[in-house]
């Protein structure tokens, strides 16, 4: 069974950095892998994902200020924010999918419900203030 965990959120004020981390339990080959996030009151979007090969996708509203890598050997996968504002208030999710084309991995993050695919973790939540 596949279990997912984040964990390093916090609370920053802006321009401040986080590094979020996620864990996976199990059989962890993923073709694709991702974080999405989740504003209190609204849908969850995606933020950015990673395919196996290393090849990644952005957001507009991230790049540049996020950065994603992830570690087959260890599992896991990591998200560094730097420069954060307001508006990236959120709870964070991390989410993987056993098998994929590296164009559907790129195209996740901007589907009308990411939650459709893959396995999902809990969440952690991530607050910056002005």
């Known amino acids: 069974q596949v279990r997912l965990r984040e964990s390093g959120g916090g609370s920053v004020q802006s321009g401040g950095t986080l590094r979020i981390t996620c864990d996976s339990f199990g059989d962890g080959d993923f073709d694709c892998m991702g974080w999405f996030r989740e504003p209190a009151g609204k849908k969850r979007e995606g933020v950015v994902s990673?395919?196996?090969?290393?090849?990644?996708n952005y957001i507009e509203a991230v790049k540049g200020r996020f950065s994603i890598s992830r570690d087959d050997i260890q599992n896991i996968l990591y998200l560094q924010m730097t420069n954060l504002k307001p508006e990236d208030t959120a709870m964070y999710y991390c989410?993987?999918?056993?098998?994929?084309?590296?164009?559907?991995?790129?195209?996740?993050?901007?589907?009308?419900?990411?939650?459709?695919?893959?396995?999902w973790g809990q969440g952690t939540q991530v607050t910056v203030s002005s």
């Open positions: 990673v395919y196996r090969d290393g090849s990644t």
């Open positions: 989410a993987a999918v056993r098998r994929s084309a590296r164009a559907w991995c790129a195209d996740w993050i901007r589907l009308a419900d990411v939650r459709q695919h893959g396995y």
